[in-house]
């Protein structure tokens, strides 16, 4: 059960860093790409222990990660807040 939890963290960190790339002003071609990864994370009906399982989080993490080093310059100019 408690690898359920730290998968579940691990999502929502993910979602986190997305919802933050959300808030950018980005070009439609990575706003479309954020919300593509989200609709994985966030998938309606919600995720299951079993979707959980099927979820393949390194990919999904790598996907996330190559992302955001590509939206570098969308955030430059921008501090965004880890806490609010």
């Keep these: 059960m408690f690898s359920a939890f730290r998968r579940l963290k691990d999502v929502h960190e993910l979602q986190l860093l ?4 959300a808030r950018l002003d980005l070009p439609e ?10 609709a994985v994370l966030e998938p309606e009906p919600p ?7 099927g979820l ?9 990660h190559a ?7 969308f955030a430059a100019h921008r501090r ?4 609010r």
């Design 47 to 53: 995720l299951t222990l079993d979707g959980l399982d």
């Design 80 to 83: 965004l807040p880890l806490l």
């Design 56 to 64: 393949d989080l390194r990919a999904r993490s790598a996907e996330v």
């Design 67 to 73: 992302l955001l080093r590509e939206l570098r310059p």
């Design 18 to 21: 997305l919802h933050e790339a």
């Design 29 to 38: 071609a990575y706003a479309s790409r954020v919300r593509q990864l989200l």
